[in-house]
């Protein structure tokens, strides 16, 4: 079983910046990638960024390219989303995720999610 939890998140205004962080424990954290997703109500939830088990490739959504960095460090076994120029349209419940793979191909490889971390921008 592996435990993802989530922290960072909270309210900011407009062009302001957060860092998620995500710890994991159970399994050999460095062997898979992980990712971030996100999901504003009434919304489904969507991808934000994704790296791979030894940080040397990461993937983003076209909305969150240049804004978002994604990072990790396989000794704290710790994912970061750091994100700035936030918008109002950023405002979601930002969820955590490990993967069965190495890389990152799709959301269906994704195996195990935190709880999430709300995250709001005001205007």
Do not use: H
């Not at 040397?56 to 396989?74: E, H, L, P, Q």
């Not at 710790?78 to 700035?84: C, I, R």
């Amino acid at each position: 079983q592996v435990q993802l939890v989530e922290s960072g998140g909270g309210l900011v205004q407009a062009g302001g910046s957060l860092r998620l962080s995500c710890a994991a424990s159970g399994r050999t954290f460095s062997n898979y990638a992980m990712g971030w997703f996100r999901q504003a109500p009434g919304k489904e939830r969507e991808f934000v960024a994704a790296i791979n088990w030894s940080g040397t490739s990461t993937d983003y959504a076209v909305s969150d390219k240049g804004r978002f960095t994604i990072s990790r460090d396989n000794t704290k076994n710790t994912v970061y989303l750091q994100m700035n120029s936030l918008k109002p349209e950023d405002t979601a419940v930002y969820y955590c995720a490990a993967s069965k793979r190495t890389y990152y191909d799709n959301v269906g490889d994704m195996v195990y999610w935190g709880q999430g971390t709300q995250v709001t921008v005001s205007s």
